[in-house]
Structures are given as C-alpha cells and as structure tokens.
C-alpha cells in the first residue's frame, strides 16, 4: 500500500500563486507515475498534471499548460504542483494519485491505484 497526503491548498486571489505538496509513504519504491487530478462542485474528477518516478517525463492538461508545473523530490518522497497564474476555475479539491503501471495514459482516473483525500484550492476574483 502506498498513503498520500496532500497540502498546501488555501484561498487565494486571481493571479496569484500557490504550491501543492503530495508526500508518499509505504511501498513507494513500486510507484512509477503520480499525478495530480481536481474536481470542482458538481464536476467529474479531471486530470492536471503527471509525472514519472524518474522526473523525466510530464504530462499537463492543456488548461493548465504553462501556468503549472508538477515536479518531484525523490528524497522526500514527495511531488509537487507549482501553480501560477490562478484562475477562479482553477477552483476545485486537487487530489495526488500514484500508480504502480508505467505504462498507459496517465489522465484517467481508473489507471491510478492510490488517492490522497485532496486539498482545497479556492480562487477568488
């Protein structure tokens, strides 16, 4: 098993920025992807951004292209999610996924096997 806690979400003005954290305790040696999904009130659970275990790949929904950036401290056992230029749609509970798969696409929600209980990010205008 592999926990996820995720922290960092809070209230923040339009423009602004915030940082997410995602720590990974357990069997993490057997994660190969992690991501980051959102789900704002009354939507489905939508992909954000991934990344691999070794850094070297990342993945960005095209809403988010440019403004975030997902990365990993390996020592830490922890990812991040660097957000930018926030938006009042940016609005949602951001929740870190892990997988053990290194294969496959990574913006499903049904080819993640771990969930953290997500942090809430509000953007005010």
């Known amino acids: 098993q592999v926990q996820l806690v995720e922290s960092g979400g809070g209230l923040v003005q339009a423009g602004g920025s915030l940082r997410l954290s995602c720590a990974a305790s357990g069997r993490t040696f057997s994660v190969n992807v992690m991501g980051w999904f959102r789900q704002a009130p009354g939507k489905e659970r939508e992909f954000v951004a991934a990344?691999?275990?070794?850094?070297?790949?990342?993945y960005y929904a095209d809403a988010v292209k440019g403004r975030f950036t997902i990365s990993r401290d390996n020592a830490r056992n922890t990812v991040y999610l660097q957000m930018n230029s926030l938006k009042p749609d940016d609005t949602a509970v951001y929740f870190c996924?892990?997988?053990?798969?290194?294969?496959?696409?990574?913006?499903?929600?049904?080819?993640?096997?771990?969930w953290g209980q997500g942090t809430r990010v509000t953007v005010s205008s």
């Open positions: 990344i691999t275990w070794s850094g070297r790949s990342t």
């Open positions: 996924a892990a997988r053990n798969a290194a294969q496959g696409t990574v913006v499903m929600t049904s080819s993640y096997d771990y």
